[in-house]
């Protein structure tokens, strides 16, 4: 237990001391008095409604909708790609065996073991080579042993390789209410031009 101090000079509890910034806040720092994202006045603003102003079956093409408002000097901050319909698509690669885990585990062992050789080679006095080699070697050793252990201990239940994706099943372009008609209008004369109209 801490017993208050009689020193004039002590400040109280909760009460700034000489020197502190009144109102007790934090003093500014070179890039000015930090502030919490709430307190910044655009988050403190409510975001308006918000408008579709095109759809789009792949990102590429709703990415060159937004590209072509950029270039028509649109307000494209106020602009959103949202995804719409997502699916996790997962993508079956191979077979995997006992083998191939091994080897899958060795290259990674590899990688690790080549990172943790550059740390020794940097401060070792003589033969660097000898020790980057060495650690990849005992990395490829070790992730070979325990890729192959982590396969059998699935005991055949996952035996195939694959890759997880997230895909929608379209794109939508919105816009702010404000600025929508403006938006839809830019938009027409890009598809226009795609469809070779003059």
């Given at each position: 237990m801490t017993l208050p101090s009689n020193d004039p000079t002590t400040?109280?509890?909760g009460v700034p001391g000489p020197g502190a910034p009144a109102g007790g806040s934090v003093p500014p720092g070179p890039a000015g008095v930090p502030t919490l994202p709430a307190q910044t006045p655009a988050a403190a603003a409510p975001a308006g409604p918000t408008v579709v102003v095109?759809?789009?079956?792949?990102?590429?093409?709703a990415q060159q909708a937004v590209d072509h408002l950029s270039d028509n000097k649109f307000p494209v901050e106020r602009v959103s790609i949202v995804g719409t319909d997502l699916r996790l698509v997962e993508t079956?690669?191979?077979?995997?065996?006992t083998a191939r885990a091994a080897a899958a585990g060795?290259?990674?062992?590899?990688?690790?073991?080549?990172f943790i050789g550059l740390l020794f080679?940097?401060?070792s006095d003589s033969g660097w080579l000898g020790v980057i080699?060495?650690?990849v070697i005992i990395g490829a050793i070790w992730g070979a042993i325990f890729?192959?252990?982590?396969?059998?201990?699935t005991g055949g239940r996952r035996d195939f390789s694959s890759r997880s994706s997230l895909q929608a099943a379209q794109y939508a372009v919105i816009a702010d209410a404000e600025v929508a008609d403006e938006a839809r209008h830019l938009l027409v004369q890009l598809n226009w031009r795609a469809s070779g109209a003059q």
């Open positions: 400040p109280a509890p095109g759809t789009y079956p792949e990102y590429a093409q079956v690669l191979g077979r995997l065996t060795a290259a990674s062992g590899a990688w690790f073991g080549l080679g940097i401060f080699l060495t650690t890729g192959a252990i982590a396969h059998a201990a």
